[in-house]
C-alpha cells in the first residue's frame, strides 16, 4: 500500500493520468446518478457515440489536433444527438430507447466513415485520432487536467444550483410540471451536464467505454442507499476509486491501455456491491430468505403439532411431526432446534411435544397466522 502511494505521488505521468481518471470518475459518477433514475442509462451511451463524428469534423475543418479542438467539436456533435434524440421522441411516436439506439448507430456509423475518410490522406496529421475510440490516457498532461478540474467544477456546481428541481424531475416529472417548474429546459440542461462529463472522458476512456462510467458508478451506489444525495456522493466516490485504481493497474502491468482496466475495476465494484450491499445485495438478500424460511419452518412445527394436541383434552399430548413438505421440507431439523430453544420436548420413539412456552408461543403464531382458525 505504502509502495502504491509513493508510486503515485512520485511519478508525475502516473499522477496527471490518475488525477484526470478521479476526476472523470467522479463527475461522471455523480452525474450519471440522473440518467439511470430517469430510465436513460442509455443516453451516456448515445451520446458518447454521438461524440466521435464531432471529432473527426473538428479535425477535418481545423486541420489541428488540439485537445480542445478536438473536445469542443465532440461537445457540439453530442449536444446536437442530444436534440435529436429529445425531437424524435416528441415528435413521433418513437420510444425513447429506440431514439436512443436510432442516434447511437447513425452518429457513430457516420464517425467511422469520416475516421476512414481522414485516415486515407496522405499526410500523417491525422494519426492518433482513433485513440478516441479507446482513450489513451497517457496522453493526458497537466493542462488536460487543469481543463477537466474547471469543467467537473462547474459540472458539479450547476448541479448543485438546480439540485431540488433535478431532484424532483427524476422521481416526478408530472408532478413537477404541474408545479410549473420548465421540464424541458430542465431536462435539456442534465443531458448538457451528461455531455459535458461524457467529453471529459474521450481522452481517457474513449467513445466506446464512456458509457460504463457513466452508469456502473450509479448502479453500484444505488445498491447503498435510497437517498439521492448519498447515491450521488457514492457514485462519485466509487468512480474515483476506479479512476485511480485503473491507472495505477495499468501502471503495474505492461501494455495494459488506462481506459479498459478503469472499466474493469468499475465492473468488479458493480459486481460487489450486486451481492454484498445490506439492503439489496443478493448475499444478504439470500441470508434474510433463509432466516425467513427457517422461521416459517419452525412455525409450521408449532402450529402443527398444537392442532395434533387438539385432538385430546391434554394440550401436551406428543405426537410425531406430521408437517406437509410444502410448508416445512426440514420438520426435524427444526424440531431439533426448537428443542434447543426449549419449546419442543423430544421423546423416545420420534415423538414430541409442547413444553408450556411453545404451548404459548403456538398459540400466538396460530393468532397471527391463522386468524380464522383461533384455538
Not at 123 to 133: C, I, P, S, T, V
Not at 239 to 260: D, K, N, V
Request: charged share 15%; proline share 5%; with cysteine.
Amino acid at each position: 500500500m505504502n509502495s502504491l502511494l509513493a508510486e503515485l505521488l512520485g511519478d508525475h505521468t502516473l499522477r496527471t493520468v490518475a488525477s484526470g481518471a478521479a476526476l472523470l470518475g467522479i463527475s461522471s459518477g455523480a452525474l450519471g446518478c440522473f440518467a439511470m433514475l430517469r430510465r436513460q442509462s442509455l443516453l451516456g451511451d448515445a451520446i458518447s457515440h454521438a461524440a466521435l463524428p464531432g471529432v473527426a469534423l473538428a479535425f477535418m475543418l481545423t486541420g489541428s489536433k488540439e485537445p480542445l479542438t478536438l473536445l469542443l467539436g465532440a461537445a457540439l456533435s453530442g449536444w446536437l444527438g442530444t436534440l435529436l434524440v429529445t425531437r424524435i421522441v416528441r415528435g413521433s411516436r418513437v420510444k425513447l430507447d429506440a431514439a436512443l439506439g436510432l442516434v447511437l448507430s447513425v452518429f457513430f456509423g457516420a464517425g467511422l466513415v469520416l475516421l476512414t475518410i481522414i485516415q486515407s490522406r496522405p499526410d500523417a496529421r491525422q494519426a492518433g485520432l482513433d485513440k478516441f475510440l479507446f482513450g489513451n490516457a497517457s496522453t493526458l498532461l497537466s493542462s488536460d487536467i487543469r481543463a477537466m478540474a474547471l469543467l467537473a467544477l462547474l459540472a458539479l456546481l450547476a448541479l448543485l444550483l438546480l439540485w431540488p428541481r433535478l431532484k424532483l424531475l427524476s422521481f416526478d416529472p408530472d408532478f413537477a410540471a404541474s408545479l410549473g417548474l420548465p421540464v424541458r429546459w430542465l431536462d435539456l440542461a442534465i443531458s448538457t451536464l451528461i455531455v459535458i462529463a461524457i467529453v471529459m472522458g474521450l481522452q481517457t476512456v474513449g467513445v466506446v467505454l464512456m458509457s460504463a462510467m457513466l452508469v456502473a458508478p450509479a448502479a453500484a451506489a444505488r445498491q447503498w442507499t435510497d437517498r439521492l444525495a448519498s447515491m450521488v456522493l457514492l457514485a462519485g466516490a466509487f468512480g474515483a476509486l476506479a479512476g485511480i485504481s485503473g491507472a495505477l493497474l495499468s501502471a503495474r502491468i505492461e501494455r495494459l491501455p488506462t481506459g479498459p482496466a478503469i472499466v474493469v475495476i468499475v465492473s468488479l465494484i458493480v459486481f460487489f456491491s450486486l451481492l454484498f450491499a445490506p439492503n439489496r445485495g443478493m448475499v444478504f438478500a439470500w441470508l434474510r430468505s433463509r432466516g425467513q424460511r427457517r422461521q416459517l419452518g419452525q412455525a409450521t412445527v408449532l402450529i402443527s403439532l398444537l392442532q395434533l394436541a387438539q385432538q385430546h383434552s391434554d394440550p401436551f399430548h406428543p405426537h410425531q411431526l406430521i408437517v406437509p413438505g410444502s410448508l416445512s421440507r426440514q420438520p426435524r431439523r427444526q424440531a431439533a432446534q426448537l428443542v434447543r430453544d426449549g419449546l419442543l420436548e423430544a421423546l423416545p420413539d420420534g415423538l414430541y411435544r409442547l413444553t408450556a412456552s411453545g404451548l404459548s408461543e403456538a398459540r400466538r403464531l396460530s393468532r397471527e397466522l391463522l386468524p380464522g382458525e383461533q384455538p
